[in-house]
């Protein structure tokens, strides 16, 4: 066993350097010698003959059974060698891959009972967890990072400045916020442009936060949250709006969830799309995302994307990449969550705390070092609606700041 594990680890691993302990205690080290010297150990042998079969689902699982254990520094900096390396995957690993991708539409077919299903999987976890992490207004998503010395706080503010300015809401506009999370997007709207916002979600925990924060903010007249899935909602809205729900719908739905927003549009309406993307094409999702953290997600490629958007009749005016925000974001929920992670234990327990530390860890280092980005999408129905420059994004932000500061200070422990 040791003689096959080292002779796979080593073709695969040729950048960085990271020594692993087998279970027999024999050692040996991988790479090229460059970087922070990583020392890592199998403690079973079960562990190294998953890890030979099954590597992108078996390692995080060895990892949240404490069978794989770092011995200097964190997962964070073993999986920054792992996936850090010529090939995405390893040799052996690929079959797996070609079964994964044959059966994704299958995995990602999701109708209104298994979206709601899949939704409270994540996001109907304790509320508390959350806080853990989350900046004060609890936004689950890529962060904006404006300036690199951004906390994230900031960040997250920033990101909702950019968004609403490349909408360009007016006020009265009627505006839809599909997959609203814990309701800081659409109370940010509602406040500062003086729109009508409705916010629908299938998780009854952001629910019971967002409308609850609503009413705390008096804003429950012009901010409302519905448990509602965006194929029923009635309209129609001059603005649309979604961050990190696209991820959700599954590659059989994208034609469904345009021609739905097209039909939910008014012509002179503007929607955009923020959402995690591939920077590499088509692909499949990661066995163990799927099965721990995001049963039924898929992460589009933008081409997937934008073929569906052609095909529903929406016109794409801008395209906006953000290609590191979202491994900074991370990089600051991993450290939040670290710094409380005894918390996490005492709500879950130990194997919780390493599943969620996993999750964490390795989603950043897929923005760091792979094919992840975060996409922004802005889209119309006819010609002429958006400036013909992207000038008027910074007069908006400008606009927005000025709003915010006479606004009330924003919630600080939002659902917590």
Partial sequence: MDRLLRYFLQEFIRRGAITFTTANGEKFTCGDGTGPHVFVRFL????????????????????????FVVE??????????LMDQPQALPRWAKPYWRLRYLARHFRQFNLRSRSKNNVAHHYDLDGRLYSLFLDSDKQYSCAYFAHPDMTLDDAQLAKKRHITAKLLVRPGDRVLDIGSGWGGLGLYLAETTGASVTGVTLSAEQLRVSNARAQEKNLSRSARFLLEDYRDIPGPFERIVSVGMFEHVGV??????????????TD??????????RSEGPDATNPWIAKYIFP????????????????????????????????????AWRERFMARRDEAIQLYDER???????????SEMAF?????MNIQIQLTKRQGIVP??????????AKLRRAELGKRPRLQIAGG
């Fill in 388 to 397: 013909m420059t992207r000038d008027y994004i910074t007069h908006e932000e």
């Fill in 252 to 265: 059989d739905f994208y034609d469904t969830y345009f021609k739905r927003c097209a039909e939910l549009l």
């Fill in 352 to 362: 919780f705390a390493r599943m969620w530390e996993f999750y964490l860890a390795s």
């Fill in 44 to 67: 079973t042998a079960d562990a190294e003959r998953r890890v030979l079969r099954n590597p992108e689902l078996a390692l995080g699982e060895i990892y949240m059974d404490g069978n």
């Fill in 72 to 81: 200097n520094g964190s997962i964070a900096d073993a999986l920054s060698v």
């Fill in 268 to 277: 002179d309406g503007v929607m955009l799309l923020h959402s995690i993307g």
């Fill in 368 to 372: 760091r070092k792979q094919n992840l």
């Fill in 296 to 331: 039924g997600g898929y992460i589009p490629a933008l081409s997937e994307a934008l073929a569906s958007i052609e095909r529903a009749g929406l016109l794409v005016c801008d395209v906006e990449i953000l290609r590191l925000h979202y491994a900074e974001t991370l990089k």
